[in-house]
């Protein structure tokens, strides 16, 4: 993980923890901001927009899934790139004319492309954390529209909501979880990593 955050020419010390936090809270809250004025005046297209071009843009200053896109800061983001440890190749054999010998790719050996035990530990627990979250958006979607449909239509009444809310709430978790699939882990790992300590 960086401990400096290049934006814009303005260098920011990511080395405490606190400020990896406040980064993840102003990033959340701009997009939850954004987000929320387009649901109140009624603009799905402007919601959508919002959700695309932020992380889209934005993302990459998180890194992880967007380590390669460092549109603003010229560089890769605070969070290692989510890549493989090990990148498959074939052998010097394979060939188009033998299609048998492109089914068993081999790993290729270079140091430089494995990865500490201890990251991949990191990075798998935060995934299995966005997951969980992930899981229980779609777990309301599906839920809302199944009742939706199991009233043919007529709404969950017991909500008092009707069939053009329930899918409109389906639409907004549809953008709250893909800005959760692009960014969330990243932030998991900005949250809980400790403070680094100072280099020299």
Not at 130 to 145: D, K, P
Not at 150 to 160: D, P
Not at 174 to 200: K, S
Request: aromatic share 10%.
């Amino acid at each position: 993980m960086k401990r400096e955050l290049v934006l814009l020419g303005q260098h920011v010390n990511m080395a405490p923890r606190v400020n990896r936090r406040r980064l993840v809270v102003l990033f959340y809250g701009i997009i939850g901001a954004l987000l929320f004025a387009c649901w109140i005046r009624g603009s799905h297209t402007g919601a959508g927009f919002w959700t695309i071009e932020f992380t889209l843009f934005l993302g990459p200053i998180l890194g992880g899934s967007f380590a390669g896109l460092g549109i603003l800061t010229g560089r890769r983001g605070l969070v290692e790139p989510f890549e493989a440890g090990k990148v498959l190749k074939y052998p010097d054999s394979a060939s188009v004319l033998k299609p048998s010998t492109l089914l068993h790719p081999v790993v290729d050996n270079d140091p430089e492309l494995r990865i500490d035990e201890r990251a991949l530990r990191r990075r798998d627990y935060a995934h299995y954390v966005s997951h969980g979250f992930l899981g229980a958006l779609i777990t309301v979607g599906l839920w809302l529209e199944f009742v939706n449909n199991f009233n043919e239509g007529g709404g969950i009444e017991t909500l008092h909501l009707n069939s053009n809310d329930v899918h409109r709430i389906t639409y907004y978790l549809l953008q709250i979880g893909f800005i959760a699939v692009c960014t969330l882990p990243q932030a998991v790992l900005l949250w809980t990593e400790p403070d680094m300590e100072a280099e020299g």
